[in-house]
């Protein structure tokens, strides 16, 4: 069983930066892609990135030019540097994987607790 530990959430000013971690443990043979998720309340959550571990990347048209998904497979770790931040970018942002447990095994996916972003304006 795989568990993500996100950290990095918290409050910034419109146009400022945050850069949330995600760190995956436990046991798995593979565990790809990784990426990130966002739910704003009254909501559907939705797709804000994801990185695979060859380093190729997919960005929601919201998003992109202005945050960069970035992992380092040694750890196990998926980053989401945040910049320019916009009052609309304010969710709880969750950190999501697929792994396999063996080489054999299928895909299974698992989720973060979330951690909240809130831009003010």
């Known amino acids: 069983q795989v568990q993500l530990v996100e950290s990095g959430g918290g409050l910034v000013q419109a146009g400022g930066s945050l850069r949330l971690s995600c760190a995956a443990s436990?046991?798995?043979?593979?565990?790809?892609?990784m990426g990130w998720y966002r739910q704003a309340p009254g909501k559907q959550r939705e797709l804000v990135a994801t990185?695979?571990?060859?380093?190729?990347?997919n960005y929601a048209d919201s998003v992109k030019g202005r945050f960069a998904i970035s992992r380092d497979n040694h750890k196990n770790t998926v980053y989401l540097q945040m910049n320019s931040l916009k009052p609309e970018d304010t969710a709880v942002y969750y950190c999501?994987?697929?792994?396999?447990?063996?080489?054999?095994?299928?895909?299974?996916?698992?989720w973060g607790q979330g951690t909240q972003v809130t831009v003010s304006s």
């Open positions: 436990g046991s798995f043979f593979s565990i790809d892609p």
């Open positions: 990185i695979t571990s060859a380093g190729n990347t």
């Open positions: 999501n994987a697929y792994y396999r447990s063996s080489y054999s095994s299928g895909l299974t996916d698992c």
